[in-house]
Nanobody, 115 residues
Framework: QVQLVESGGGLVQAGGSLRLSCAASGSIFSIKDMGWYRQSPGKQRELVAS???????NYADSVQGRFTISRDNAKNTVDLQMNSLKPEDTAVYYC?????????WGQGTQVTVSS
């Protein structure tokens, strides 16, 4: 059994910063990609950023240059540094970890950006 625990969401003004963290625990083996998705009301869940076990990252166009994803393979953690936040970044953010045979999701953390 694998658990993903997220932290770091909250309320911030436009232009501000937040850092999300996700830690995987339990029966962990063969982690492949780690990433963050988000979902706002009435919209589909979308990929924000992902990072491979080798450190190659991928970003949604809407966050490129503002968000930075990083991971610590020894600690099984993935972080998302979010700078220059915009009201349209408001959403529930979900940690996502892909293993060899299944994918795990975190419970979600709310990020609200006020204008």
């Amino acid at each position: 059994q694998v658990q993903l625990v997220e932290s770091g969401g909250g309320l911030v003004q436009a232009g501000g910063s937040l850092r999300l963290s996700c830690a995987a625990s339990g029966s962990i083996f063969s982690i492949k990609d780690m990433g963050w998705y988000r979902q706002s009301p009435g919209k589909q869940r979308e990929l924000v950023a992902s990072i491979t076990s080798g450190g190659r990252s991928n970003y949604a166009d809407s966050v490129q240059g503002r968000f930075t994803i990083s991971r610590d393979n020894a600690k099984n953690t993935v972080d998302l540094q979010m700078n220059s936040l915009k009201p349209e970044d408001t959403a529930v953010y979900y940690c996502n970890v892909k293993f060899s045979v299944f994918t795990a999701w975190g419970q979600g953390t709310q990020v609200t950006v006020s204008s």
